[in-house]
């Protein structure tokens, strides 16, 4: 309840209501649609029109009928409608993916190299550029004669903490603190109009986990736990399918949780923090390979991986180790928070071969409620893809759920 | 975006509106509605004319008025309207309350009396006489020539995990699993029409503070974590202003969220929960106080704080290390969700002046983020009582959000 139902929401209401019908069912009919909604045929066909005047909705032939009476028209998600543009500053490497409206990824590339020692002003160049390059790219072109794909927004994931109006608080891995990343990224870029949001990579991460998930319709609960390993440890919380960013927008920071109140001291300055058990660095350390700065995150996850499997016994038991700390720091979620899937993104989605039993089994100890209910947990299935991809998917996910603006803009 | 906007929730959804507005300015008129809410006269005067004939709305005699024109008669919640029922079992005390429409407490009564080694049925047969008497008490009679207050539903409090359908999965520190309460207190309660429903006690305990905290129309942040010390550990969380509740309503077990991997076993099987470190067997065994059969625990309770405030250093020593113990939890959950309070409610309200400065230590040494934003820490405004009168708050709450049904069935 949160103010009176007038012409103009219940417009920007059905507007949503019936998109939704048609991203659910393709084709569909203007027919099918009524009946669904119980809206009437007019309004209905009133609605469509809005949607196909704003490249959301297309029409396709209809299917040869058998029956008596006119087959009718199709309608669909515009493949060539408003796009979204996802762009990701990690430590060792910069991406950038565009989702279009039907979901599918039309561009997707990632740039290793390591972004430590960088200015931020040459890293938001980059990322300027990579961002030219995907709203340009050929990828994009739909089919001869066609419009090609627009992009209505961008989101920028970064490995730290942002506020609600796009400012980056800490990014302890990139050396960030205080830092406005919208105004140089659009002033590099020069499209003055796109608006850009900024967000945490494992919340986007987690987004993107989400979409993955709903694509093949699958009816299981949309609350999870997404834990993205990267160089730090961050989680992404979806609680009722909706991402939970709490008071500030800094939930998720489970690399912080307590494991162990007297373990070693972590960059945070407080003691046993996850990080300090899971983290990349503590794996390398604990399974004694050095840790080389010419060797980019990736790379290193891969020869962790590549140990693992030729069971070298060092490797093995650090992965046990990070694994065991995993399942601690996620029991405590879901003893608080009842999430029935622990989802291991990031760099841990390549390791999930090695962490995943440790993990279910201090879930299995520690969870009360794990005798009535197993908690499932899976790596995730964008494995290190998931925040670009997520970052461009969540634009398109607001632009489903609310297409008044988009429609508006246009009119 | 979840069904189309038609005449029926049009006017849920109003009607729902104009009572939250009578709720929010006191007395208000039909105009001033009009006007706050962008609905005409004519709408507005029709659902008070609802709210009126069903008894959630009744007119007051307007102030004197200095200016021109007739004064508006005024509208006010009805304190005569439809209440709310709240009745608690806990492990050694039963309680019931009745908050009427305005939030007002017209009734609580607690009855000490250990629950562990009764059977079922005879606590469930004691809390069917004690609703008996809450909803026949004189307290309830509003005037002379008026009507009495109706109880619209009961809400049932349990210290355990309970299901959406309200069979009790666990009640450990009582002794019950997999217990239908409702039938039995229904049979017992000879008031088959009663709707009853049956929540966790720190859910309960949280939706009461979060009740007493809006009274004072506090503009803070409805996102807290309510720990709930009983002779068990429960949380409720509160998240922009509603309970999570998790998938399956079993959110909140903070008791057995892991403080030190290797500390001592737990009743539940795992080690080192807080429930070993900060329940009240553990603070008392750790205080050097002999467990008395005899002694109730909000006795116990009482006898902790009386030893702490005379100084004992045993004592001292034990609530400091429970407070750390809660510290450390808590610095995990807020590190997790972004919440910005931590309320210690049930018995740890009692203790909070020895327990509440361990508990900030760790949240500001262990919170990645307590730099930026300090994260409160306060005893519960409602203390033990916060459960039962949450319970009957919470039926309320319930009616004041979406007032159609009461006033359907009334029609």
């Known amino acids: 309840v949160d103010g009176p139902v007038r012409q103009r929401s219940l417009w920007q209401h059905n507007l949503a209501l019936v998109l939704r019908h048609v991203s659910a069912a393709t084709p569909t009919s203007r027919a099918e649609v009524a009946a669904a909604t119980g809206l009437t045929r007019a309004t209905v066909s009133s609605l469509v029109e809005d949607l196909l005047r704003a490249g959301l909705v ?52 990632v740039r290793r190299v390591d972004q430590r020692d960088r200015a931020p002003e040459r890293v938001l160049a980059d990322v300027a550029r990579m961002a030219a390059e995907a709203v340009g790219s050929a990828d994009l072109r739909v089919a001869a004669g066609s419009a090609d794909l627009r992009v ?50 494992a919340n986007l991460g987690a987004l993107g986990e989400l979409a993955a998930f709903r694509q093949p319709a699958a009816s299981s609960s949309a609350s999870f ?58 794996i390398m350390r604990a399974a004694g390979i050095a840790c080389d700065p010419a060797l980019s995150a990736d790379m290193a996850v891969a020869r962790i991986a590549e140990l693992a499997r030729s069971s070298d ?76 991809i997520g970052a461009a998917g969540s634009v398109v996910h607001d632009l489903r759920a609310a297409p008044a603006t988009w429609v508006s803009t246009l009119r």
Request: net charge negative; charged share 15%; aromatic share 4%.
């Open 58 to 109: 297309t029409e396709v032939e209809p299917a040869p009928r058998t029956g008596a009476g006119r087959p009718a028209t199709g309608l669909v998600l515009s493949a060539a409608g408003p796009a979204g543009l996802g762009l990701e500053i990690n430590v060792d490497f910069l991406a950038a993916a565009v989702v279009d409206l039907t979901g599918a990824v039309r561009h997707h590339v």
């Open 152 to 201: 209505a927004a961008a989101r920028l994931a970064v490995p730290g903490l942002v506020d609600g109006d796009g400012l980056v608080r800490a990014a302890p891995n990139l050396g960030w603190r205080d830092l406005d990343v919208v105004g140089p990224l659009l002033a590099a870029a020069d499209w003055p109009d796109l608006p850009v949001t900024v967000d945490n990579e």
């Open 225 to 282: 736990l997404y834990i993205s390993g990267e160089v730090g440890i961050g989680a992404g919380l979806v609680l009722d399918g909706a991402l939970f960013r709490g008071a500030h927008g800094w939930s998720g920071e489970i690399g912080h949780v307590t494991v162990s109140p007297d373990g070693p001291v972590c960059r945070c300055g407080a003691r046993g923090c996850l990080e300090r058990y899971a983290g990349q660095e503590a």
């Open 313 to 388: 016994p060092a490797v093995l038991d650090a992965l046990s180790d990070a694994g065991t700390a995993l399942g601690i720091a996620a029991a405590g979620v879901v003893n608080l928070l009842d999430v029935d899937t622990v989802v291991l993104g990031g760099s841990f989605a390549a390791l999930a071969t090695w962490l995943g039993s440790p993990v279910e089994r201090e879930l299995r100890e520690r969870v009360l409620t794990a005798g009535w209910s197993p908690i499932e947990v899976r790596a995730s299935a964008l494995g290190a893809a998931a925040t670009v």
